[in-house]
């Protein structure tokens, strides 16, 4: 057979199954016979499709090829751009996957499920003390409706003291769900342009906050990858406006245990969770946008809550300021247990440690780019 170096290596593209059938051949073995003989009953035997007839070593690897398409942990980095994504731990993958978990119905009575339910007690009780946030409620299924959820609480909160406000002020650098999201909660946007470093200038914060405001949105660090460092001066702002402060929180794996969000002024918080907190998420998938609030807003955080009594969990809608539920049952409960298991795994040290190096690696890459041009 001739062979030309270099194109003999793997190859990920086969025939149709149907062109390389061959009458006769065949995908299995049967033990040896150890019954007698019978002549099979005409009526049982009837035309079946038009499968190919192939060999055993041919289904086999037509499957495990069909397999090594799937795109995983074991063949390459899982990649996205504008947040901040990192290695995703397969043990996390592998916890999920218990079948206490996986085998656990939405419509459980609450007696069958409290293995469950701790955990995601205790779930929010982590992320509330990673933040540096009161209450947490785990139920958005992605950081959109996280931050949608918020517009909500947001709203609420000012409805509440009488003027739910009209206007919103929005960063030129915001992700394009950020006005999106307040759009739909029928709050106009107005960009708030950053300053020559790149970031946002209490100046022109002051300039735009007015009583009509609702309060800010921001990213923190932003989407250029820059640390806001006025946040604090802007928050004084906009709270002396009676605005209230969000921070959109996708990049968060910057700043787990060395920023606190409520000391620098934040009302309000989204994760994601398929970001921060371990669930490959590359190519779209579920994933689970939990929002963190300042006591103020905790009356109006969605409903079912995870209420915890004598050392039992139930599901609660005894929340009569709730904005409401915002999907049928919890959200997507599977990425809820592999950030759990992240958080345990890695430990507050290793939480800091991982936000450390996130940044050390972003700056290595910003400054060999800048070395490049
Ligand atoms: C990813 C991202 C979002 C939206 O989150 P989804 O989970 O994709 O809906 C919002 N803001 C920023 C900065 C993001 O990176």
């Given at each position: 057979?001739?062979?030309?170096?270099?194109?003999?290596?793997?190859?990920?593209?086969?025939?149709?199954?149907?062109?390389?059938?061959?009458?006769?051949?065949?995908?299995?073995?049967?033990?040896?016979?150890?019954?007698?003989?019978?002549?099979?009953?005409?009526?049982?035997?009837?035309?079946?499709?038009?499968?190919?007839?192939?060999?055993?070593?041919?289904?086999?690897?037509?499957?495990?090829?069909?397999?090594?398409?799937?795109?995983?942990?074991?063949?390459?980095?899982?990649?996205?751009?504008?947040?901040?994504?990192?290695?995703?731990?397969?043990?996390?993958?592998?916890?999920?996957?218990?079948?206490?978990?996986?085998?656990?119905?939405?419509?459980l009575p609450e007696d069958l499920c409290q293995g469950t339910l701790e955990l995601l007690y205790d779930l929010q009780q982590y992320l509330a003390e990673i933040t540096g946030m009161d209450a947490v409620s785990l139920q958005p299924a992605a950081g959109a409706q996280g931050e949608f959820t918020r517009m909500l609480l947001i709203h609420a909160f000012h409805k509440s003291k009488g003027n739910p406000r009209s206007k919103i002020l929005v960063p030129d650098t915001a992700h394009g769900t950020n006005p999106a999201s307040a759009a739909l909660c029928g709050y106009r946007s107005v960009a708030v342009k950053s300053g020559a470093e790149g970031v946002l200038t209490p100046e022109t914060v002051a300039q735009l906050m007015d009583e009509e405001t609702a309060g800010i949105m921001i990213t923190n660090p932003n989407t250029l990858g820059l640390f806001e460092r006025h946040v604090k001066e802007i928050a004084a702002i906009v709270h002396g406006k009676g605005g209230l402060v969000y921070c959109d929180g996708a990049n968060m794996n910057a700043l787990m245990g060395i920023v606190d969000m409520a000391a620098i002024g934040i009302d309000v918080l989204h994760l994601n969770l398929h970001k921060t907190f371990s669930t490959p998420h590359g190519g779209g998938g579920p994933g689970c946008g939990p929002v963190c609030v300042r006591e103020h807003l905790e009356p109006f955080l969605p409903i079912p809550r995870i209420i915890q009594k004598n050392g039992k969990f139930s599901l609660s809608e005894d929340f009569p300021e709730s904005i409401g539920r915002l999907h049928a049952f919890f959200g997507n409960v599977g990425v809820m247990i592999k950030a759990f298991s992240y958080i345990l795994s890695m430990g507050p040290d290793h939480l800091k440690k991982a936000s450390q190096l996130a940044v050390l690696n972003a700056n290595y890459v910003n400054t060999d780019f800048r070395g490049a041009i």
């Open positions: 057979m001739k062979e030309t170096i270099g194109t003999t290596g793997l190859i990920l593209n086969e025939p149709l199954l149907w062109e390389k059938g061959c009458n006769g051949r065949i995908g299995y073995s049967l033990p040896r016979q150890d019954v007698p003989s019978q002549p099979l009953n005409a009526e049982w035997v009837c035309d079946g499709p038009d499968f190919p007839d192939l060999s055993e070593v041919d289904v086999v690897r037509h499957y495990t090829r069909l397999s090594q398409w799937n795109y995983g942990v074991d063949s390459g980095m899982y990649p996205l751009g504008s947040c901040t994504m990192k290695y995703n731990p397969k043990t996390n993958e592998r916890q999920a996957a218990l079948p206490g978990f996986t085998g656990a119905h939405p419509l």
